[in-house]
């Protein structure tokens, strides 16, 4: 029997999964227009699976650039595998379900995942999201690359904007702490800030580190002052060297 949070969760993760599918169109349409054929399109979708990495890939090959089209979209992949070191203890998957978990580990997945507050629902949000966008974004990316110049620029569809707006109101209800807020607004100034200076996609990766940064900060904290001897009471010498 399906609970409040499992529900929610459900709800959740469908309402990304169809923002963040049709943006899939863009990127099947943009593939093609920047010398893809339909086949090394989808291979694109159905292995790289990272919507950030394939449109830096696609991005750098019509600028003609090779190789440095595989190393921007490695290193946007590298979130990735900051996530997974998370979700691996929220989903923990077994077996033949751990590559599985691996590929669809992805910004989406993560999110609603991390803003359930039960860990049933943070385990449903985080399969509903990631295997419903490996699908809808395989299908649209499909769509995209097959009607091509039909479907004019994608942008003019504010499909650009649509993953955007469903991952601000899936995170906006949990900035309740004041350090949660400031964070965001840090990571926002900064990233606006080195959008013209940084190929797309960078600057989100870049001010990232504002949140690893305060993470290590709060993570560290505690552990330092645990590591410092106990004074005791004051005036009993307990904790000194006598």
Excluded: C
Excluded at 139 to 146: F, M, N, S
Excluded at 166 to 175: C, I, Q
Excluded at 225 to 237: H, K, T
Aim: proline share 5%; aromatic share 6%.
């Amino acid at each position: 029997m399906q609970t409040d949070a499992v529900r929610r969760a459900w709800r959740e993760g469908v309402s990304v999964v169809v923002a963040t599918s049709a943006y899939g169109l863009s990127f099947g349409a943009l593939s093609i227009a920047s010398g893809l054929d339909l086949w090394q399109t989808m291979v694109l979708s159905l292995v790289m699976f990272s919507g950030g990495s394939q449109f830096a890939f696609i991005g750098v090959v019509a600028a003609g650039g090779g190789i440095a089209g595989v190393a921007s979209a490695a290193m946007l992949g590298l979130r990735n595998a900051l996530y997974g070191m998370s979700m691996r203890r929220v989903v923990q998957p077994r077996g033949a379900m751990l590559p599985v978990a691996a590929h669809v580990t992805i910004d989406e997945s993560t999110a609603v995942a991390l803003a359930q507050d039960e860990p049933r629902a943070q385990r449903t949000g985080f399969w509903v999201t990631g295997v419903g966008i490996w699908i809808g974004w395989n299908l649209a990316t499909l769509a995209g690359a097959l009607l091509g110049d039909l479907l004019g620029d994608p942008r003019q569809w504010g499909l650009d904007a649509a993953a955007a707006a469903a991952f601000v109101g899936l995170l906006w209800p949990r900035l309740k702490a004041r350090q949660a807020v400031a964070v965001a607004a840090a990571s926002a100034v900064l990233a606006a800030a080195l959008l013209p200076v940084l190929p797309a996609g960078m600057p989100v990766i870049v001010a990232a580190v504002v949140g690893v940064v305060v993470g290590l900060t709060n993570w560290l904290g505690p552990r330092h002052e645990s590591a410092l001897p106990d004074p005791g009471p004051r005036g009993s010498g307990k904790g000194r060297r006598s």
